[in-house]
């Protein structure tokens, strides 16, 4: 066995032993014999505090060492047995240990350990994920939600379908539900709450995914999930920072049977008749602010650590970061022509670099007046005289309106990760703007829907220059 198996069997046993929040007699002299059994050292303990619980399970159930994965669960059950007692947050870890452990079990599961900084919400909560609509699956949900949402809630559980939330909120009077996002936000501009009024109701269970968890909050774990069912079974320190430890069931149209295999397993855990059970639920007039709809509200309303999209309006001459209610400011036609320029480049950026040998001087004034055409023809959409647009072949030019720019997106600070906004130069000396092309849009005159760039005309002239 590897010592990298020691230290996650240390980290899995140390998340069960703390569930319940209570440490006792019987399970420390288990402990004690686990680690004596395992070869858990003092070294290994120190080196589990900075392991999460999902790269944990991911090394045991990868390690290639015969029956160890059978031991460590029947380990757990004995740890859980240890006090005569199974707690309901005992439970929630020791379904996910038998779901991934146990080779009985053929459900495709998955554990995931997120900051919370980044997304939290209540224990036990299952939450409904895609990353691509799936009708089969949504469609058996709608048929069958009371049943679902019944089974769960009798086990303790509160299922979470975005959807439902989403038409309760849609059949609520459209003035009564901004006054209560301005309440919650009394800072948002009157366009900041039409934003995110028209986003929520907008909301589906991909955009939810993509657009939500994985680009505002940074879950990358989900940017390709099959449907799945994301419950909430605790929380850990990695280090010095707090995750939040969620297990993942992939689901199909028999989602109530995954359900309900799922809640009978759970509750055989339990070693009591008395349950409780959450009764959480939005009603007419009434608009819960807490856990998953709190998160959710928040993910739109508070403008913090947000993978906010682009939006390029050249007929009002703007740049715009509408998820954070912000714009790019202290910038004129030639540096925001200049940005717009950056992305549509993309990752091949730009280049000004000067070659040392005169055969390549040819091919660089090629580049140079190609990348100076481009600069015309978006300045002239943003309404000025290409003729009059500023010469970037010049260094004395553009280096004062990269400086311009690069100061004015620095004022981003709500942004997750505001240095991928801003321009960046790589050793090569090539400057780039390292965003996800997908969150770039741009403004039409006659729609009030902006088409993605790559989609744009304004894309199309820039390539074609």
Known sequence: MLRAHKIAIARILADLIKADRIINTGEMECWERIC????????????????????????ICHSGVKGLKEDLLGDCHAMTRSDGFCAHSEALIMIALMLMLDPSHTSSVEVISIPKASFNIDMATSLYVESQYDPATNEAIKMNYRAIFKEFQLAGFHFVYPPKIIEHYRDTDPRLFRQILSFLAPSLSDEGIDHAFRSLMKMTTEVFCKDLLCNKCGISDLRTTYPSLLIKIGNSFVGETAYANYLKIEVDENILSTVQLFVDKFRDMLRSDVYVVNTSEERDSQFHFHGFYKQLLDIFLIRKNIRSKILIDPYKEEILFPDIDAKASGLHRRERALYTLLLCCGQDGLNFNRPDKSALLARYDRRIAGIQSRYRDIYAMFGGDPESAPDLTQPEIRRPIFSCLRRSLKNLTSLYNPEDYNISKSKDGIFTVNVDPDIVF????????????????????????
């Open 36 to 59: 004596s059994k395992y070869g858990i050292d003092k070294g290994v303990e120190t080196d589990a505090l900075h392991l999460s619980f999902a790269d944990a399970l991911e090394t």
């Open 442 to 465: 741009v403004a039409q005159l006659d729609s009030d829907e902006p088409v993605p760039l790559k989609d744009s005309t304004l894309f199309k002239r820039c390539r074609k220059s």
